[in-house]
């Protein structure tokens, strides 16, 4: 079923779900989902609502425009729109750790992910294997210090002529330059291993090992220019004892950093997340 | 702050949240919160929304009928309106276990259950001591095979008396007749001590541990004519090991019932339940 | 590191570790791990214990005969004795659904199981491309109700000459023979798609979604010639609500399916499973 | 049933187990639970076991100082020795947060705690009627900066005084000096509203909120001079949503509390962890 997903915030007032849900009422939309949030420390509204497209009675190309003219303009409102048809582009940057990958490429072979995964890129040949046996595009990019410039124009020119629409660092080793990030503003995510914000950095199993916790975790989140610190989208933990060496926890950490990182590409794949103020709602 | 809440539900058609919420708007209602749900296998519509009534155009009194005659009649809806003040006045049945009956009186102690508590009836006398230091009226109603018809017509003249909104079977040992049960229509509220419809019956913790379970759970319940088996309300568990005998399950489990029945009595007073077909659609 | 790992069991009795202790301290013996647990209700006393085989002084062949003549015989003690070379060797059965195929072949991929696997079994070719795309030989074995124990023959025949040491049925969609059960007793680990005891059977998703439960789970199991009542090796569970379709549940419990299923594989694997009396003992 | 409880650490060595529980059996003892850790990046063995006093043929008494001559010195062993009767005696401190306390004293009041409660001190008066329904005496000592000092003197003298054993801080607002803290090393247990590491200091739950986190979570740990940095001993955390406000957080965080402080408590009065170099092992 084709359907459209709009996401709208704009300052509180009354009678932004009557406007809002008149306007598809209006044009024969049958609302699917509805959810809203007031974050009521900045007085702000935010709502997402989806809808059959079939029985709509405004054009896929013109609802943005007649939107904005009939509701959101009047109500200082700004909003995005997404279809989920066509199927969303995806590229993946891995190094060497296969665990994501698989668990990604699981997902999108069983069809638990409806997208399109034109391209593979990593700075190791390691997982090319693994890659092209899902009969997808892999280019390898070896990343040193003195080509990282040039090889992110070269990978911004790949993910441009693939039209992709969101990147996955699926634990790719390498920090992205701000300008890299510029050109995917809440549309790169990546999987930290660890609870953040605790454990910052390389080595957070380590550290969690050296500190004794009870408990470790994963963060998916937006990546930002401030090193882990964009909005996080997931998170999730599991239990450790004292008897797990350091090598044990990056084993267990791992199997939560594969399920954080495929929750948080479901809920973008199915526009179910608004960015603000360095935070997410998550709708559902 | 006071504010009403509605649950409505009707046939599944268009603009449904669009007549709701305009008539929201309409009388100067400041929505707080709106969540619905489609239930697609029978066709059905659910809503809650919240609003404040300080700015509200029509008078407390006046918004069921107001609302039936605007907009429920059109729509074929059913609906419930509930307001947060005055607070529920909620009974408590307990047994000779404490662990539920304290965890529920510190809530309401500490400001965090916004509730009165009338009265405790127990068919035992050991937690009155318990009851009465938080000054809540205990009542002592032994029963056994031949009182329990004339305890029942007792307890429903107290509760009657005392005005009761809603009960809560804090691990009360005795089994409700269904004439009791259809003079609270979901409005009783029972922790069963399994991961229901694992384990039914009297002593699921012995029966976990004959099974080798991993995983022990509790659920809260409302109360139907069938045992056990009424709208699940809310589940939780814990994991056990090998190591637990029968009697380390009792007590685990007991942290977990605890948990759950709390988490089912705030949902309660909230008025964040709808019950239907013997499920339950938990609004948030 | 080579390492030999001991499981014994016997009557309850003051000395136990102390003898099992002194004999691999007698003959050099580091030990690595040890637990133990006393059942208390049958009055039986299980443990584990592992140590490198490196500096020990007896040969790895004679080491069941010695322990047996030296401890075993004087306790009337029965034990298994495992070593962690050469790896286990492990067949896999599958039908249609991919995702504990994955996440296995996954794990095997990255070294995280040390473990052999000669053969992938299936009555469907769907999933062959992705078997021999980690080069691992895929049989194709069609069943039905008139070739059953033909096709058992012959599954136990590749079995057999694959020298296989246990099997994990994947989310295999027959039903196994006792016959077939009695070859590989404790040495077949299914993984049931539900919290069992609850929702046995063939669509526990559907039949939790009907009773509206809050948490669905999976259950990793030894197969016994009862159908999903075999000792259970490991359970999980994840959280649901009301507005999860059946086919929801399904993506959700299939989450939970793969890590439970990879876990109990991982705890046979390292030799850490203790089945009598139709439950487990996992030591760690 | 009397039981004495023996924890051991020494450099790692060859049999140390065949020692102990050589030793154990020598002099009748009958073992209920054995557990033992090797924290292989520093080479050292840690031990717990635990056995019937009743058949033991050493008098308590003499228990120290005879597995010191036989064993421990041989070991170059460090050991404590611990009994489960008399009982433990507890002191705990409030401030005006009431939910870890109602936690503590309804399992005092169950009998889940095998514990004396001589004493609660408080430097507000809140508290004091709930504490004297427990019939428990309550000492209000005020505290100021100018006054900081004089008061720690006195409850170090009302502690030893009441011959206390352990101290729990349950949301005790008020940071302890060093001196206090060494009056009592590893035997002070604290809770901390946060998932440490993260969002150390006094408002967490906000601090959490701000950075939008998914999982919130409390940790127990023993008190060290170094604030919120000691032995982490529990930890557990919940889920949390873009719609909980800070005070929403408070609420979800206080239930972890409870529950993480009365586990780190039941852990203690056990004599079931070990505190070495800022961590714990948990024996279980």
Redesign the interface.
């Known amino acids: 079923m084709e359907k459209a997903i709009l996401i709208v915030q704009c300052k509180d007032q009354?009678?932004?779900?009557?406007?809002v849900?008149?306007f598809?009422?209006k044009y024969?939309?049958?609302?699917?989902?509805?959810?809203?949030?007031?974050d009521?420390?900045i007085g702000m509204f935010f709502m997402r609502a989806s809808w059959e497209l079939e029985s709509f009675a405004i054009q896929k190309e013109q609802i943005a425009k007649t939107f904005e003219m009939e509701v959101a303009q009047f109500l200082n409102m700004k909003f995005d729109l997404y279809f989920n048809s066509p199927k969303p582009r995806m590229a993946i940057f891995v190094s060497k750790?296969?665990?994501c990958l698989?668990?990604i490429?699981?997902r999108y072979?069983?069809g638990?992910f409806q997208v399109e995964i034109p391209l593979v890129i990593s700075n190791h040949l390691d997982l090319k294997p693994?890659v092209t046996?899902f009969r997808i595009p892999f280019y390898h990019l070896p990343v040193d210090k003195s080509n990282k410039m040039a090889v992110e124009k070269e990978q911004i020119a790949l993910l441009k002529q693939h039209k992709v629409d969101f990147i996955v660092l699926a634990r790719y080793m390498q920090i992205l330059s701000g300008n890299f990030i510029n050109e995917f503003p809440n549309r790169i995510i990546n999987i930290h291993h660890s609870?953040?914000?605790?454990?910052v950095g390389a080595k957070p199993y380590h550290a969690a090992y050296e500190?004794?916790?009870?408990?470790i975790?994963a963060t998916a989140h937006y990546v930002t220019d401030e090193l882990d610190a964009g909005?996080?989208?997931?998170?999730?933990?599991a239990r450790v004892?004292?008897?797990n060496?350091p090598s044990d926890l990056v084993?267990i950490g791992q199997?939560v950093e594969k399920?954080v990182l495929s929750k948080a590409i479901k809920y973008h794949l199915e526009s179910k997340i608004l960015a603000y103020r360095?935070?997410?709602?998550?709708f559902?």
Chains 1, 2, 3, 4 share one sequence.
Not at 28 to 38: A, F, P, Y
Not at 211 to 215: C, Y
């Open positions: 009354k009678g932004i779900v009557a406007k849900s008149e598809l009422y024969k939309g049958n609302i699917l989902e509805i959810d809203q949030h007031v009521e420390e750790l296969s665990h698989f668990d490429l699981s072979y069983s638990q693994v046996s609870f953040l914000p605790a454990f500190r004794g916790v009870k408990i975790g909005p996080i989208i997931e998170q999730e933990v004892r004292h008897h060496s084993q199997d399920v360095n935070k997410t709602v998550i559902y």
